[in-house]
């Protein structure tokens, strides 16, 4: 199934799923509005994936800007009347010129349907994909697997759609492909615990089971995108996996009954009032003992603890 095809499937997800986190009013506004607003680390973020796992759609859905800001024509305002052209020649992204060809290219972009990278985010992009290629082991499991699979079930009753950047039928492994700003272990563990990576893996992995038959494991390739331009393979223990699924089907049945009375309510949960959780952050260093994942709480609210892988 292509990227239209399943974005035009209305089905739960989870991406969208997760804003019940907050609130039945943030979910309730996330299915109102379609999804999130997308941003350029976002656009970063889908490019790379298309240029890694489906490389011959890149061009029919992504367009590459190009550097107005080195055009011959980018001239700056005049600071004397007898000033050149060469005199006001600038890079700057602040002149009329660089601002009129901008929106001129999106203009096009929007009217052909296609996503806009600018130049050193695709440049970024392409060091990503570089890094990746350059390590043997993700390498293999991007070999071995089929890439952007489209899954479709049903947990709790609620028909649900996954889309699974990687996916081993032999041996059965999905991976997820997340850009970061830090892949450290202790940073991108309490990244994945805010935004909640480890429901919306749980989602997958029972989508998996559902069309594949069995459980399949469940990893994170996590891959900066500046700097040395780090990456690293994190295998996602079952124990975090099945503390997460007893949340969804928490979340789920919440959302349930939400949409059969009407009722959407807020962080409060509607009872005017709340007890307030103070985070508790995990700061292990490099060296002290590794999590001990079975003393994680089932249920646990994502905001109340972060974890270091």
């Not at 991007?142 to 479709?152: D, G």
């Amino acid at each position: 199934m292509d990227w239209d095809e399943y974005c035009k499937l209305e089905l739960m997800n989870a991406s969208t799923l997760v804003h019940g986190c907050k609130s039945m009013k943030h979910l309730r506004a996330a299915i109102d509005s379609g999804g999130t607003e997308e941003t350029d680390a976002m656009r970063l973020g889908t490019g790379i994936h298309t240029l890694l796992l489906e490389p011959e759609e890149f061009e029919s859905r992504y367009v590459v800007m190009p550097d107005y800001e080195n055009d011959p024509q980018n001239l700056r305002a005049a600071k004397r009347k007898d000033e050149s052209d060469e005199e006001r020649r600038t890079t700057s992204k602040a002149t009329k010129f660089y601002r009129a060809k901008v929106a001129q290219f999106f203009r096009a972009a929007e009217l052909d349907g296609k996503t806009v990278l600018k130049r050193d985010q695709y440049d970024t992009a392409l060091h990503c994909i570089e890094a990746i290629r350059s390590r043997p082991y993700m390498s293999k499991i991007i070999e071995q697997s089929e890439k952007e699979v489209t899954l479709l079930g049903e947990i709790g009753g609620i028909p649900f759609k996954g889309r699974v950047d990687l996916l081993r039928r032999k041996r059965p492994l999905i991976v997820d492909l997340k850009t970061t700003a830090d892949c450290g272990k202790h940073a991108f563990g309490r990244i994945f615990c805010r935004l909640h990576y480890d429901m919306k893996l749980a989602i997958y992995r029972e989508l998996a089971r559902q069309n594949i038959g069995k459980a399949p494991d469940v990893g994170i390739i996590t891959q900066e995108t500046s700097g040395v331009f780090d990456n690293a393979f994190v295998p996602v223990p079952d124990v975090v996996l099945d503390n997460a699924w007893t949340r969804v089907l928490e979340l789920v049945a919440r959302y349930i009954r939400a949409r059969r009375s009407g009722e959407w309510p807020g962080a409060d949960g509607g009872k005017d009032r709340y007890e307030l959780v103070i985070p508790n952050y995990a700061m292990w260093d490099d060296d002290d003992e590794e999590v001990d994942w079975s003393k994680i709480p089932s249920g646990a609210d994502d905001e109340s603890f972060e974890v270091a892988f």
